[in-house]
């Protein structure tokens, strides 16, 4: 009787163990997914949060570009509105506690509780999801101003999205940082790949500074970068600059261990606009920051850090 009651305890121990053990696995299997994601669409990205010391604060980081890369695809490379949608619908069932069936969401369920809460209401994940939604209606901008409003739906949100995970008690306060910091990285985009969003039928660079330096995009598609169009570059990089610039005086009210890589990444990306510059062709060939060039870079951050 002992005997058979000993093994039945064993049998359910090695149960429980194997069950919390595939659970265990599965976690696993959706961080590491999340991680190849932004390791094959972000390697910037990637090296500079991957030197966060936190675990729980690296693997939130991928959960949450894993999201991004997944809403994004969904109109930049697939066209899917209905996707979209889908996404949206999905996304306020996870915030209201109900049932989701697309692989995100599993993903974020392993991050919500340490980052962000019952009361949390998402809404830089929907307001990311409304700026892929503006790029199906809207394929070019008449202001500055305008410009900065579609940055704000698929740039700043990132960075709101990211707050509760890098600075948990202090994000609140911090909101103007990710907003400015979503500015310049996106104007950055912009610039870098006009060619690119030209094919594609999309303008970003605001149509007042196209009229204020009489440039018209098919010509310099076709004749490559005119003295105007260096000159209309030169501006609109200084206002990324100066969003940057912003960025870098506030990024002490993170944690060393958070606002060394955030830096990183904010530098690496800036530096984009000084590989443009070697010959201002965005129409052509597309502009990124070498290599060699990144560790430069970092090694040069390192001494002044």
């Not at 310099?220 to 970068?225: D, F, Q, T």
């Amino acid at each position: 009787m002992n005997d058979w009651f000993t093994l039945t305890i064993f049998g359910l121990f090695v149960a429980v163990i194997g069950i919390l053990l595939l659970i265990q696995f599965k976690e696993w299997r959706l961080i590491k997914y999340c991680e190849q994601i932004i390791k094959k669409n972000s390697l910037t990205f990637y090296k500079a949060f991957s030197q966060i010391d936190n675990k729980k604060q690296r693997h939130a980081i991928y959960v949450v570009y894993a999201f991004c890369r997944y809403a994004d695809d969904l109109i930049d490379e697939h066209q899917d509105i209905d996707g979209l949608n889908t996404l949206e619908k999905e996304l306020a069932n996870f915030r209201d506690n109900k049932k989701t069936t697309l692989r995100v969401f599993r993903a974020l369920k392993l991050i919500k509780d340490d980052f962000y809460g019952n009361d949390y209401d998402f809404k830089p994940y929907f307001e990311m999801i409304e700026g892929q939604r503006m790029d199906i209606m809207i394929h070019s901008y008449e202001t500055l101003e305008d410009v900065l409003g579609y940055c704000y739906y698929v740039a700043s949100s990132v960075g709101l999205m990211l707050l509760p995970i890098l600075a948990p008690k202090k994000h609140h306060k911090l909101r103007e940082f990710a907003i400015q910091l979503g500015y310049a990285m996106q104007i950055t985009n912009f610039l870098r790949d006009v060619g690119e969003d030209f094919k594609k039928g999309r303008i970003y660079i605001p149509q007042t500074m196209l009229k204020k330096y009489g440039i018209q995009i098919e010509e310099e598609m076709i004749e490559g970068p005119s003295e105007k169009f260096k000159q209309l570059f030169d501006e609109l990089s200084g206002i990324a600059r100066n969003y940057y610039q912003y960025a870098y005086d506030h990024i002490d009210a993170f944690s060393k261990d958070v606002s060394k890589p955030l830096l990183y990444a904010a530098k690496l990306y800036e530096a984009i606009l000084d590989e443009c510059i070697t010959d201002y062709d965005v129409f052509r060939h597309k502009h990124f920051v070498t290599q060699e060039k990144k560790v430069a870079i970092i090694k040069q951050l390192q001494k002044t850090i």
